[in-house]
């Protein structure tokens, strides 16, 4: 409890690492609602990396945990907190990544586009065209379609709930059970292999921890039925390339659409960028909005600060 008299009545240092654009944008939003914060750039604003107690960034200068020897708390500026390795973190110090309600309505649009243009195979009429085919299929309506979603947490439950309001059916899976409208609730893996075999389009919003890396392998993915296609908007590391590549190949699934991956920017060679059956966007599915987000940082570190319940903070023993 002594810490929360130092915590009210001094001054507290803050170092930012990332663009001076967003700083410009954050560093007054945070100043106004915390009189007691002392922000500083890194690396040049920064004057003794003893004075440190909460860093902002997304990804942390090198050995960040012994320059900053007094480091409290890490506002990640994004979604994820994977690079800050969650569970190797010392004890004392409090992880909080962006819970952003404008990343959740983005992500709902990315996705929308994306299960639309799979359902209605237009990613197989692209194909077409170019070979001036004219093949029509019947077009299956939304309730005849089961889109699945692994990781029903900020973003999942409400890309579930969302899909639930198209019509579609909707299996979803997590790693305890939930209750959620029109929605199928799957958990653990003892139920993987059968939520995977109802599903004709799975999308992944899985955190990437030890437990979910390469989660999306040759095995998992082929538990889904023939014709199935895959959206990635989690984390590269969840999905093994070779895996999907083979099942692509073997037509076991149909398509895949890829925002994210193992390394980014995605090397010219990689297979994916001339696949037929792959489609990529850069990691753009929905990234931070500046302007809500700095209101968001201001509000986080404010309850940080008073020691009331911060939002997006997360538990470092479960890496989510
Ligand atoms: P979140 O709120 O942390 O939710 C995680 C969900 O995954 C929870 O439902 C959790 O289950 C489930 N889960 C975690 N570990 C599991 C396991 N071992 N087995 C089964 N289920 C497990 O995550 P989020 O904020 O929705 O973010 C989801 C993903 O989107 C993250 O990878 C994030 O980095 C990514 N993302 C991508 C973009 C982009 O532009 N592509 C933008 C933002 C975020 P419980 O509910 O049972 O705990």
Redesign the pocket.
């Given at each position: 409890m002594d810490d929360v008299a130092v915590m009210s009545d001094s001054t507290i240092t803050l170092v930012y690492r990332g663009p001076r654009k967003r700083a410009a944008l954050w560093r007054p939003a945070v100043e106004a609602k915390c009189s007691q914060i002392r922000w500083q750039n890194w690396p040049d604003e920064v004057s003794n990396p003893a004075d440190v107690q909460i860093l902002v960034t997304w990804l942390p200068p090198e050995d960040y945990l012994s320059l900053f020897p007094n480091l409290k708390v890490i506002f990640s500026v994004?979604?994820?907190v994977?690079q800050f390795s969650p569970q190797q973190l010392p004890e004392h110090i409090q992880l909080v990544r962006m819970?952003d309600e404008n990343?959740r309505a983005s992500?709902i649009e990315y996705l929308t586009g994306a299960v639309m243009m799979l359902h209605r195979d237009s990613y197989s009429y692209a194909q077409l065209q170019q070979q001036t085919l004219w093949q029509p299929s019947r077009p299956k309506l939304a309730h005849q379609r089961t889109v699945g979603v692994?990781?029903?947490?900020?973003?999942?439950k409400a890309v579930a709930e969302h899909f639930a309001t198209l019509g579609f059916k909707v299996n979803g899976?997590?790693?305890?059970p939930?209750t959620i409208d029109n929605v199928a609730s799957y958990?653990?893996q003892n139920q993987l292999r059968d939520f995977m075999q109802s599903v004709d389009c799975l999308i992944c919003?899985?955190?990437?921890?030890p437990?979910?890396e390469n989660m999306l392998n040759r095995d998992t993915l082929s538990w889904l039925p023939p014709g199935a296609s895959i959206i990635n908007?989690?984390?590269g590391q969840h999905l093994v390339d070779e895996d999907l590549l083979a099942l692509l190949d073997n037509e076991h699934l149909s398509h895949a659409v890829l925002?994210?991956f193992r390394e980014e920017p995605l090397k010219q060679e990689h297979p994916f960028w001339t696949h037929p059956k792959v489609h990529i966007t850069p990691?753009?599915?929905?990234?931070v909005v500046e302007e809500s987000a700095a209101e968001l940082m201001a509000d986080n570190i404010q309850a940080w600060l008073q020691q009331t319940p911060v939002s997006g903070s997360i538990d470092k023993t479960?890496g989510?």
């Open positions: 994004g979604m994820g994977d819970q990343v992500m692994i990781g029903l947490g900020f973003l999942g899976w997590s790693r305890s939930k958990h653990g919003l899985l955190p990437l921890t437990a979910t908007v989690g984390r925002d994210v990691h753009v599915a929905a990234l479960r989510y």
